[in-house]
């Protein structure tokens, strides 16, 4: 794996928040990109929720597919639940993690970061492991 996306919908929230994690965790020769179909805008809670761990979001952007080097992409990793993820359009190694969307959380300003944190940190878990396999 040299090339790999981490795609989602709106590649606001999850897929910024596992982009970043993995490139401060990614083996030297790994780019790792993120994008979605239906880009929106990063989340400030996913810019608060990196920034808690030493990452710095906050001149990131939201990215269509069509933005990312599709031809150099040899892995996928997508992060939909409860929504409809977009489909890559050539075959290459997937993996599927459904987490659910932060952005979805009501409640508290408190309350809507955690929701951030917690798949903040399972995103940690799981890219970690992805890197160490």
Not at 7 to 30: H, T, W, Y
Not at 101 to 130: H, M, N, Q, T
């Amino acid at each position: 794996m040299k090339h790999l996306l981490f795609l989602c919908v709106a590649n606001s929230a999850r897929s910024q928040m596992a982009e970043a994690i993995a490139r401060s965790l990614a083996p030297d020769g790994v780019a790792v990109y993120s994008a979605g179909s239906q880009p929106d805008r990063v989340n400030p809670y996913a810019v608060r929720a990196l920034a808690e761990i030493g990452l710095d979001a906050s001149g990131h952007h939201s990215k269509g597919v069509d933005d990312v080097p599709l031809d150099l992409i040899d892995a996928v990793v997508t992060l939909c639940a409860e929504e409809v993820c977009p489909t890559f359009p050539r075959s290459v190694p997937r993996q599927d993690w459904g987490l659910p969307d932060p952005a979805g959380a009501d409640g508290s300003d408190k309350e809507r970061l955690a929701a951030f944190r917690k798949v903040r940190d399972e995103l940690r878990r799981r890219i970690d492991a992805l890197f160490t396999s």
